[in-house]
């Protein structure tokens, strides 16, 4: 199938899952909870079900981070189709535009295991997403940031 | 942030007792660790009750690493299959000794202790 996030919105089908989170880091990790138990009901497996928590996990803590600046009490919109190529996500929030009007380019930090004192404490983020996703389409529509992505089966 | 200490001969456990370790208590963890390992020997990190990581939770578990400064190497115990797949993707998994559960991890310490 194509594209759900990508298709206009009064062509496409309702979501399998439906979060309306507000912005904050203790608010996420509940919600990230429930979106676990939504996924699984909606038929996702255990393995399938990891990879969300750890895409989720690290784009809706960026969009608190990075498109709210740590404002707490602002929208987060999270819908997932459960499919059997994997789970089409759609993120939306009214925050901030992304760096460059697109998402990060996401590259894995070097690890150098002979010079502990310089191993990386971050950046990791979105080279975990950029590693676990598919499709990545971003818009900036009505100042709100669209974010859509396959995480596959 | 739940966490405990369980001093051994030449090492100690730090036990996280929350079951995600992450960006929302990231910095809590980062205290929490520096407090109870401010003297000592090695550490093992028992990651049992840990069900989820994320990257800044692995952010955390890098910075009280490198806190422990060059002299004291850290382990890491218990990996549920989430945080390890974290470990995987991130190459982490070269950087820290990796043991199934906390007593293969105590068992290895005492060993070389023992030497």
């Not at chain 1, 194509?2 to 206009?8: Q, W």
């Not at chain 1, 600046?69 to 939306?92: F, K, M, N, Q, T």
């Not at chain 1, 004192?117 to 709100?144: C, H, K």
């Not at chain 2, 028992?46 to 069900?51: A, F, G, I, R, Y």
Request: proline share 6%.
């Amino acid at each position: 199938m194509s594209n759900p996030s990508g298709a206009r919105a009064a062509e496409r089908p309702v979501p399998d899952v439906q979060r309306r989170i507000v912005s904050g880091t203790a608010q996420v990790r509940e919600a990230l909870d429930q979106v676990r138990l939504d996924c699984a009901g909606a038929g996702a497996d255990d393995a399938l079900n990891t990879s969300a928590q750890i895409v989720l996990a690290e784009v809706l803590n960026n969009v608190v981070e990075h498109a709210y600046l740590y404002a707490e009490g602002h929208p987060i919109d999270v819908s997932i189709w459960v499919r059997e190529d994997g789970l089409w996500c759609e993120v939306v929030d009214e925050g901030r535009v992304m760096p460059d009007g697109t998402p990060p380019a996401g590259i894995m930090p070097d690890i150098d295991v002979s010079a502990p004192g310089t191993l990386p404490e971050g950046g990791f983020g979105w080279a975990m997403v950029r590693r676990m996703t598919r499709d990545i389409e971003y818009a900036r529509q009505n100042s709100r940031n669209h974010l859509g992505f396959l995480i596959p089966a | 942030m739940n966490l405990s200490y369980t001093p051994h001969t030449s090492f100690g456990v730090v036990s996280v007792e929350e079951n995600r370790l992450d960006a929302s208590i990231a910095i809590q963890f980062k205290d929490a660790f520096r407090s109870v390992t401010a003297d000592g020997g090695d550490v093992i990190l028992d990651l049992t009750s840990v069900e989820f990581l994320d990257s800044s939770g692995l952010g955390a578990i890098v910075a009280v690493y490198k806190g422990l400064g060059p002299a004291r190497h850290m382990a890491l115990a218990g990996l549920q299959p989430p945080v390890e797949k974290v470990m995987t993707l991130t190459r982490m998994n070269s950087v820290f000794a990796i043991f199934p559960s906390l007593d293969q991890a105590i068992a290895a310490a005492s060993q070389t202790a023992a030497e």
